[in-house]
């Protein structure tokens, strides 16, 4: 046998990008965000080349040039102020549900998903924006931005919505410079939305997201963003919110016309008697009301980590059971396992980028990336994983052309076929056809041409 050619092309990922920006439709969003920069070069062509140095796992300065343009031009694309990301990861979200609506079935509960992650950047002195942050895993404040993100969720499929680089609006932990903007333009706003409160811009990313056509019934966050006020806000959007609540003994709720913190109320339902049903995974389940009128459902439920110990969700939707609310509230998991595989796979914080406009930028290209995976995962047969086609797209081992090896496998099998026909020819045959049918349409046509 031959050895096997080698070939230095990136034809699956391209004809994937091409499909996938054929069937949503970039073109008319781009139109609809008010693209404003006069170039020659598209901005469709741009979005493709950075989505395939993002797969090649390369940085803007040693990315391979395209014919048309250089990554200079590339890196004055991602810092052009005057582009609205938000709305396009918005926009583009929007048609990727509607692409997969078909493929959901109507009893599904639509979720959003609120979160952030670190943004590190260690060695940076001149980034625009930078300031001190805490992280919350080694406990100790770095240099960098919280990346503020919003997801959808069908219970199957994650899909990145929006997103805020958070600064700080404190003084004394801002780090880098801020250029001065004109407020009204949209470079100022998103300068001033980074060095908001954290709550505030997450009600923003979700107003933006409702008004962009993402549908959602539930938006689902960590105790980090729980507060009576925060679940009065997303009710007035139409929504309704699902979180874990904090035990302060600053916040109070009314329970039968008496005010009780969390940890007084937990006393409360206990010295009453209640026993939950049998099987059930919850202790206690009850409805209160928040000091600004708002009913909530709260259900406690045991720390499976702490035997002592308990956690406490809470929900604007009092029709819903208590295992539905624990059932709702476990799929906020899955905007953690985005924050993996956007850093480990499609460098979620790797980039040279310094000016904020173009940070933004960046998110945005590793949003959409991640929203091309998981469309590619939900039209293939098989049961990759976003990890899994990712490395098929990229260039990890692109020598190998793994079309020629399969067009090679199936030529021999049915070569054998013909000399010693051990079994009956059809169903062989039938086994090769299933074979096929089950590989990516890129490769399937490579059989039917062969």
Same mark, same amino acid.
């Given at each position: 046998?031959?050895?096997?050619?080698?070939?230095?092309?990136?034809?699956?990922?391209?004809?994937?990008?091409?499909?996938?920006?054929?069937?949503?439709?970039?073109?008319?969003?781009?139109?609809?965000?008010?693209?404003?920069?006069?170039?020659?070069?598209?901005?469709?062509?741009? @979005? /493709?080349? +950075?989505?395939?140095? $993002?797969?090649? *796992?390369?940085? &803007?300065?040693?990315?391979?040039? =395209?014919?048309? !343009?250089?990554?200079?031009?590339?890196?004055?694309?991602?810092?052009?102020?005057?582009?609205?990301?938000?709305?396009?990861?918005?926009?583009?979200?929007?048609?990727? @549900? /509607?692409? +997969?609506?078909?493929? $959901?079935?109507? *009893?599904?509960? &639509?979720?959003?998903?609120?979160? =952030?992650?670190? !943004?590190?950047?260690?060695?940076?002195?001149?980034?625009?924006?930078?300031?001190?942050?805490?992280?919350?895993?080694?406990?100790?404040?770095?240099?960098?931005?919280?990346?503020?993100? +919003?997801?959808?969720?069908?219970?199957?499929?994650?899909?990145?919505?929006?997103?805020?680089?958070?600064?700080?609006?404190?003084?004394?932990?801002?780090?880098?410079?801020?250029?001065?903007?004109?407020?009204?333009?949209?470079?100022?706003?998103?300068?001033?939305?980074?060095?908001?409160?954290?709550?505030?811009?997450?009600?923003?990313?979700?107003?933006?997201?409702?008004?962009?056509?993402?549908?959602?019934?539930?938006?689902?966050?960590?105790?980090?963003?729980?507060?009576?006020?925060?679940?009065?806000?997303?009710?007035?959007?139409?929504?309704?919110?699902?979180?874990?609540?904090?035990?302060?003994?600053?916040?109070?709720?009314?329970?039968?016309?008496?005010?009780?913190?969390?940890?007084?109320?937990?006393?409360?339902?206990?010295?009453?008697?209640?026993?939950?049903?049998?099987?059930?995974?919850?202790?206690?389940?009850?409805?209160?009301?928040?000091?600004?009128?708002?009913?909530?459902?709260?259900?406690?439920?045991?720390?499976?980590?702490?035997?002592?110990?308990?956690?406490?969700?809470?929900?604007?939707?009092?029709?819903?059971?208590?295992?539905?609310?624990?059932?709702?509230?476990?799929?906020?998991?899955?905007?953690?396992?985005?924050?993996?595989?956007?850093?480990?796979?499609?460098?979620?914080?790797?980039?040279?980028?310094?000016?904020?406009?173009?940070?933004?930028?960046?998110?945005?290209?590793?949003?959409?990336?991640?929203?091309?995976?998981?469309?590619?995962?939900?039209?293939?047969?098989?049961?990759?994983?976003?990890?899994?086609?990712?490395?098929?797209?990229?260039?990890?081992?692109?020598?190998?052309?793994?079309?020629?090896?399969?067009?090679?496998?199936?030529?021999?099998?049915?070569?054998?076929?013909?000399?010693?026909?051990?079994?009956?020819?059809?169903?062989?045959?039938?086994?090769?056809?299933?074979?096929?049918?089950?590989?990516?349409?890129?490769?399937?046509?490579?059989?039917?041409?062969?």
């Amino acid at each position: 046998m031959n050895s096997i050619k080698q070939s230095q092309s990136n034809d699956e990922a391209q004809f994937l990008i091409r499909t996938f920006f054929k069937q949503i439709g970039l073109g008319k969003i781009i139109h609809q965000i008010n693209f404003k920069r006069h170039t020659p070069i598209s901005p469709f062509m741009m @979005i /493709k080349w +950075l989505m395939t140095t $993002i797969f090649a *796992r390369k940085s &803007l300065y040693r990315a391979q040039s =395209d014919a048309n !343009f250089t990554t200079r031009t590339a890196r004055n694309f991602l810092n052009d102020g005057r582009t609205n990301w938000q709305k396009l990861t918005c926009l583009l979200t929007s048609q990727v @549900i /509607k692409a +997969l609506r078909p493929f $959901i079935d109507s *009893r599904r509960r &639509l979720a959003l998903i609120i979160d =952030d992650s670190l !943004f590190a950047r260690p060695y940076a002195k001149k980034t625009e924006l930078l300031a001190r942050v805490y992280d919350h895993n080694k406990g100790v404040y770095v240099r960098g931005y919280r990346a503020l993100t +919003l997801g959808w969720s069908d219970a199957n499929t994650f899909l990145p919505v929006n997103f805020a680089l958070m600064s700080s609006g404190k003084a004394e932990n801002q780090l880098g410079p801020c250029l001065k903007n004109d407020q009204r333009t949209l470079a100022g706003q998103r300068r001033n939305q980074a060095r908001t409160k954290m709550n505030e811009a997450a009600v923003d990313l979700v107003s933006q997201a409702f008004q962009n056509g993402v549908p959602a019934q539930y938006v689902l966050f960590d105790s980090w963003y729980s507060s009576p006020k925060m679940f009065d806000l997303i009710n007035q959007l139409g929504l309704d919110g699902v979180g874990m609540l904090k035990r302060s003994k600053k916040v109070y709720y009314r329970y039968r016309k008496r005010l009780y913190s969390v940890k007084t109320l937990y006393q409360r339902l206990q010295t009453e008697g209640r026993k939950s049903k049998e099987g059930a995974t919850y202790q206690y389940s009850c409805v209160v009301e928040s000091l600004s009128g708002v009913e909530l459902k709260l259900v406690f439920v045991s720390n499976r980590h702490h035997a002592n110990n308990y956690l406490v969700l809470a929900t604007t939707k009092t029709s819903l059971r208590p295992n539905e609310i624990i059932q709702l509230y476990g799929r906020r998991w899955q905007i953690e396992t985005y924050f993996k595989a956007a850093k480990q796979y499609l460098r979620f914080d790797q980039t040279q980028v310094q000016k904020y406009d173009g940070l933004c930028g960046h998110l945005a290209m590793v949003m959409m990336t991640y929203d091309l995976l998981a469309w590619q995962e939900r039209q293939e047969r098989d049961d990759r994983t976003i990890g899994d086609l990712f490395y098929i797209m990229g260039e990890a081992m692109p020598d190998l052309n793994i079309t020629e090896v399969l067009v090679w496998f199936v030529k021999t099998l049915q070569e054998f076929m013909e000399d010693e026909p051990i079994i009956p020819r059809n169903l062989l045959e039938g086994t090769v056809n299933q074979f096929i049918k089950h590989l990516p349409q890129s490769v399937a046509k490579q059989f039917q041409a062969a």
